[in-house]
């Protein structure tokens, strides 16, 4: 386990690079997007984003040397390798608020999605290209109420948003909704996440996370433990495991077929808001509102 601070306040989001060999973080005032070792804790870079506002949100494309954050109204994306911008993407009204969380899609030139917290806006595969001062607008724009979560399903079929009592199953070419799964009411809505094989869709609420059957066959299986809200959640690359992060300060590890609690990390840093595995499944990390950093080898 190793732990660094990373930065003097909350982080509210962290993405790990495709290969593992970075780690991105936001808090949500902040300016600048850092690229951290994840292994050694040593500042690689800070991406200085072409427009202005707080840092909220931060992804990695999969397949594709792309980074994006959230920005104030709007998603910059930079090239990973050489760290230059891209692209600017816009909304076509003004939200209020950031985008809470981005997602891209799979392939070279892979679509984006950003949930913000009056609706989601999903960007075309072009890859970018134009100039800094350009702004691009979205293809779909899905309009709901308090939609902070979102994620694509691996095949990029579908792509699932988190609402206050419902998640909606929507077809990104077109913003249609699918089908929807009803949860508890609740303020808070947590995260939404596909399995790897997309089969099975991780759902966020309160201080629980279910799992469903993505085609809605089936009822759910519960994961309960967690004794404050549940804000960030992900999939074990084998699809195994899930593990959450919670304002309780700890994260834990579930068996994701029965519901049962595997394991559960205290590390001291507060109300945990960000957790993620890297793509080869080896690294875990979570932050945490003291600014620290936890990455730990997963097989440990």
Not at 11 to 26: E, H, K, M, N, Q
Not at 128 to 153: E, K, Q, S
């Amino acid at each position: 386990m190793f732990v660094w601070q990373a930065h003097r306040g909350r982080i509210r989001s962290l993405a790990f690079s495709p290969d593992g060999s970075l780690l991105a973080t936001a808090t949500g005032t902040g300016r600048l997007v850092p690229l951290w070792n994840p292994s050694t804790g040593e500042l690689v870079r800070k991406l200085a984003p072409p427009t202005s506002g707080g840092v909220w949100s931060v992804a990695f494309a999969p397949d594709a040397p792309r980074v994006a954050a959230g920005v104030g109204s709007e998603v910059c994306v930079w090239d990973a390798v050489s760290g230059l911008p891209t692209v600017i993407l816009a909304a076509r009204e003004r939200y209020t608020g950031p985008y809470y969380e981005l997602a891209f899609g799979r392939g070279a030139s892979a679509p984006l999605a950003g949930a913000g917290s009056r609706g989601s806006c999903l960007w075309s595969s072009e890859p970018g290209g134009v100039a800094p001062a350009d702004r691009r607008l979205p293809n779909v724009t899905i309009r709901t109420d308090h939609t902070a979560c979102l994620d694509f399903a691996p095949d990029g079929s579908r792509l699932a948003t988190n609402e206050l009592a419902k998640v909606e199953l929507c077809d990104p070419a077109t913003g249609t909704a699918a089908r929807s799964f009803t949860h508890t009411h609740s303020r808070h809505h947590g995260p939404v996440k596909f399995s790897p094989d997309g089969a099975r869709l991780a759902v966020g609420y309160r201080n629980t996370l279910s799992v469903y059957p993505a085609d809605g066959d089936g009822p759910p299986v519960h994961c309960q433990g967690h004794t404050n809200a549940v804000w960030a959640a992900c999939w074990s690359s084998d699809g195994r495991t899930l593990l959450t992060a919670s304002a309780d300060g700890t994260a834990r590890l579930w068996d994701p077929t029965t519901g049962a609690e595997l394991r559960s990390f205290a590390w001291g840093i507060g109300e945990i808001r960000a957790a993620a595995f890297s793509a080869d499944g080896l690294l875990g990390a979570a932050a945490g509102a003291d600014g620290k950093v936890v990455v730990w080898d997963v097989d440990a």
